[in-house]
């Protein structure tokens, strides 16, 4: 594997600085290998072979044959599902059947989006006498793209999917702790053919190679997905060049049960929607609600499904993995230590497995009781396995909850009231409701985005392919 390269302009080179970063295994904290330091002068040539390719044989390809790349790049992924599932759980310590879901997901990106590139269609509108007006969808031009390290390999194709489809040339960053299915994902694409220039990736840091991509100032959109503070970063370097951004950032998202719900079914989900990828999911469910008449009673049972939650190395395939890197670890650790000290009780804790090294980076699962509303429980992304239960008084009160933090990217709601799923789905402030259920992360046709801090601009479905294209207006005057 090209693994210490970028790929630019169709061609694997060493960075401009030949340097390289270590790569380590979230389960051990063992070096696995290294990556690419790529920095400013290599995304300046990446951005200049992304202006050729477009304005080049890649800008002129048609739908149909932009789509079928696609296609045969979402087949291809699929003919290297394991070699591609073992790498995404060696690289971010996440298990084997989430790594594996991961690239199945990836797959169906760009079969999904490969499908659509020749669907993209414009409108025509009624206007004056004597005109005829019609609206052309067209590409945005070169796109930069900087992913985060949760998801790579789900990141790249649902970034690179829709931006490929509608005809972008792309400059992709990856994250620097873990990125290896990206480079692998990058070869697969070369094989298949895409013209030289249209994909192109720069590993390396954020402050290096991120900064770089997101002040340059021949990018025409700036797709990011990563933390809320490293958004408004790039919003403002985007701005010096009137650059527009799609900004993918956290959550805290709801998961609120109401005392009509169908508690086993609800119990299943809830411990998923957290502990899925160990709480390294923007959209994880990290606030359960629960009406204060079954609170007791859905505690009891929801602590002893969490009793039982596992944590241990990627290989094990157990409930939860590590997290990502040490400093996430003691992020984590210091969430639940300030918790201990405000005296806030642990309703239930699973384990980490007696097998799992001790270098590895793990958290026992951890579920708190009745947390104070504006405790950081309650309101901050952990990004780890913990879940804060609050109970609520009624549905005004659910709702104010709901719409109580910062941001806005996802809820769930278990009530069999249809009335009440209707009014609880307008009421929330979010870019998906789930009624009786909870997504995190899936659902490669669901249009996806936050509201407030989560985020602007929509990902994922054929939203996104509006986000990569840009609306042109013709107007004939044929008399
Ligand atoms: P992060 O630090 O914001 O990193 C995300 C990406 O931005 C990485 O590629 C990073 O590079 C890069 N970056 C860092 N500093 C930069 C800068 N100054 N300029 C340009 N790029 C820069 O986020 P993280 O800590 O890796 O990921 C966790 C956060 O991401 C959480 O808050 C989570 O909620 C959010 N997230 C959101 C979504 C979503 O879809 N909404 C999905 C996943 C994660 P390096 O890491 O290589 O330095
Ligand atoms: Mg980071």
């Known amino acids: 594997m090209n693994s210490t390269r970028v790929f630019i302009d169709g061609h694997w080179a060493s960075p401009t600085s030949g340097e390289i970063l270590d790569m380590v295994a979230p389960s051990t904290g063992e070096k696995i290998g290294t990556i690419a330091r790529g920095a400013a002068a290599d995304i300046d040539m990446a951005v200049k072979a992304?202006?050729?390719?477009?304005?080049?044989?890649?800008?002129?390809?048609?739908?149909?044959?932009?789509?079928?790349?696609?296609?045969?790049?979402?087949?291809?992924?699929?003919?290297?599902?394991?070699?591609?599932?073992?790498?995404?759980?060696?690289?971010?310590?996440?298990?084997?059947?989430?790594?594996?879901?991961?690239?199945?997901?990836?797959?169906?990106?760009?079969?999904?989006?490969?499908?659509?590139?020749?669907?993209?269609?414009?409108?025509?509108?009624?206007?004056?006498?004597?005109?005829?007006?019609?609206?052309?969808?067209?590409?945005?031009?070169?796109?930069?793209?900087?992913?985060?390290?949760?998801?790579?390999?789900?990141?790249?194709?649902?970034?690179?999917?829709?931006?490929?489809?509608?005809?972008?040339?792309?400059?992709?960053?990856?994250?620097?702790?873990?990125?290896?299915?990206?480079?692998?994902?990058?070869?697969?694409?070369?094989?298949?053919?895409?013209?030289d220039g249209a994909i192109n990736l720069v590993p390396g840091l954020g402050e290096e190679a991120g900064a770089a991509l997101s002040s340059h100032p021949d990018i025409d959109l700036i797709s990011f997905t990563g933390s809320p503070e490293v958004g408004v970063l790039i919003q403002k370097a985007a701005a010096e060049n009137h650059v527009p951004c799609v900004l993918e950032l956290g959550g805290k998202s709801p998961q609120i049960v109401f005392a009509d719900a169908d508690h086993g079914k609800a119990i299943e989900t809830i411990v998923a929607a957290l502990v899925q990828n160990t709480g390294q999911t923007c959209s994880a469910g990290s606030r359960v609600l629960i009406e204060r008449s079954i609170y007791d009673q859905f505690m009891t049972q929801l602590s002893r499904r969490f009793k039982n939650l596992r944590a241990g190395p990627h290989q094990m395939d157990l409930d939860c993995g590590p997290v990502i890197s040490k400093v996430q670890q003691e992020r984590v650790l210091g969430f639940l230590e300030r918790a201990r000290a405000d005296n806030i009780e642990i309703a239930a804790q699973g384990e980490v497995h007696a097998g799992a090294s001790d270098g590895g980076y793990f958290v026992p699962p951890t579920l708190f009781r009745l947390v104070p509303r504006d405790h950081e429980l309650a309101r901050e992304e952990v990004f780890g396995p913990v879940l804060a239960a609050i109970p609520f008084d009624d549905e005004a009160d659910a709702i104010r909850l709901a719409n109580g933090t910062d941001f806005g990217l996802i809820a769930g709601v278990w009530t069999d009231s249809g009335a009440r799923q209707m009014r609880m789905a307008k009421a929330i402030r979010a870019g998906q409701v789930y009624i009786n259920g909870y997504g995190a992360g899936g659902g490669i046709e669901l249009p996806f985005g936050g509201f407030k801090k989560s985020g602007h601009g929509r990902e994922k479905g054929f939203e996104a392919l509006r986000e990569f294209t840009v609306a042109k207006t013709v107007v004939f005057n044929h008399g």
């Not at 992304?50 to 932009?66: K, T």
Request: proline share 5%.
């Open 50 to 195: 992304a202006r050729r390719a477009f304005e080049g044989p890649w800008g002129q390809m048609a739908a149909v044959d932009r789509g079928r790349l696609l296609s045969r790049l979402g087949q291809k992924i699929l003919e290297h599902e394991d070699e591609l599932t073992a790498l995404e759980a060696l690289d971010t310590g996440k298990a084997l059947k989430l790594a594996r879901n991961d690239i199945k997901a990836v797959a169906r990106y760009f079969e999904f989006y490969g499908g659509a590139a020749d669907k993209l269609h414009g409108e025509t509108i009624p206007f004056l006498n004597g005109y005829q007006v019609m609206i052309l969808r067209e590409p945005r031009g070169v796109t930069g793209h900087i992913i985060p390290w949760n998801y790579p390999a789900q990141m790249f194709g649902r970034t690179l999917g829709p931006a490929l489809a509608a005809g972008n040339a792309a400059v992709l960053k990856p994250a620097e702790e873990a990125c290896l299915s990206c480079i692998r994902l990058t070869e697969l694409a070369a094989e298949v053919g895409f013209p």
